[in-house]
């Protein structure tokens, strides 16, 4: 019946009420106002079950849709392989999978070892097993630790959120697994060291060596992760010489870099991935939401030759390869549906404008700065947000309640776009946007 376009909107939010627990909600909001349920798509538009059209600042809610909705190569790309072969997976590959690796290693030729999985969170944990076991591999050592930064978020398992810098996720579900540490957040408009950029020395950054030293140097620290951009931490895009600095003290202690480019890659900054606006050489990047812009689940960790080359080992040796398995890790319909998917980002240059139109959302926020409230506006690329004040001087937060009014006044105008929810002071107060790289010029003039 519902392929068939028998849709009772009625019904089907009764049954949802009834029935689903979904994520990030407070259902008991939904006392008093009806589930949202969204149909269909079409480009940077999306429907909702009332037939009421929006234009989709959020790329899916959860900045996924980098290609826009309603594709059809990727489509068939992902029937026609169901068709030959749907799954076949453990150590065995199917020719998207092989694909999907040399698609990936063509864009990162430094990192041509490509390890599939499911979601981002998956993604990160696979990083951190390997910089983990590469380490005992390669000294014996027991060198595990991993170091994150304040704000970031890498995931929703529990060390992948042990990994993540916001304290308002982890709170209700400990104790988290050990063997994590926090370095301090790249926020300028909030520096934890009372500087201001160029004059500050980079204190966020430097701040790094200590926590390292601290964790156990370099006998105990095995890697840092971070988000080249920080995404739902704040939409927070470092100083340009920021990655330089982190990269040396990485280097120093012999520590692994890990760049989580689960939101920023494929062109979402306006360039293929996040890292590239930066002198910065990661040891591994771990992909997932635009890598199949949501049309399949897939995630990616791909790391260094030199990083692969520690898990050749003797036959005999039973825990010395990378004893690690996930079931859907390699679909084959949804690495096909990859593939297509970068083919289309690379035809249609969708990192380019991506950069192009992030510039004009830009010029166009910036005008709102005028407004009393608005404290500061920031991004890259198509990954913008708004910090909003009570006042510019003491930079006192705005409420979630004001944020969640503007939110919904833009919903109710014809526009997603999103708020950071339920976070610290000083960080709860951020509108963001993120449309599919599709996005033209009347698009963005909507969203402003
Ligand atoms: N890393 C970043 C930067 C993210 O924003 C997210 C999710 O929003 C994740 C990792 C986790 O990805 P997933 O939800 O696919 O597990």
Known sequence: DYFNGRLDAGKLAELQRKHLW?????????????PPIMVEGDGFIIKDIDGREYIDGLSGGVWAVNVGYGRESIVRAISEQLRRLPYYAGSTATPPYILLAQKLASLLPDLPKVYISNSGSEANEKSFKIARQYFREKY?????????RNRDYHGTTLAALASSGQQERKIKFGPLPEGFAEFPHALCYRCQFGRSYP??????????EAVILQEGGEDGVAA??????????GIIPPVA???QVLQNICRKYDVLLIMDEVVNGFGRTGKMFGFQHYQAEPDMITLAKGLASGYMPIAATVARNKIFAQFLVDEEDKTGYFRDISTFGGCAAAS??????????????LAENSAAMGAYLMEGLRELTEIPVVGEVRGTGLLAGI?????????????????????????????????MVRS???????LYTAPPLIINKEGIDRIV
């Open 140 to 148: 014996r050592s027991d060198k595990y630790k991993i170091i994150y």
């Open 387 to 419: 910090e909003l004040v009570t006042d510019k001087k003491s930079k006192q937060p705005l409420t979630e309640r004001h944020l969640a009014q503007v939110v919904a006044d833009a919903k109710t105008a014809g526009v997603i776009i999103g708020r």
């Open 22 to 34: 979904l994520h990030m909600t407070n259902h008991r909001l939904f006392e008093t106002r009806e």
């Open 224 to 233: 840092v992760i971070v988000e080249p951009v920080t995404a739902g931490g």
């Open 336 to 349: 096909a549906a990859a593939v297509e998917n970068i083919n289309i980002i690379e035809k249609e240059k």
């Open 241 to 243: 010489e920021y990655y």
């Open 199 to 208: 004059g500050c020395n980079l204190e966020c950054a430097r701040a790094l």
């Open 424 to 430: 610290v002071p000083g960080f709860n107060n951020v």
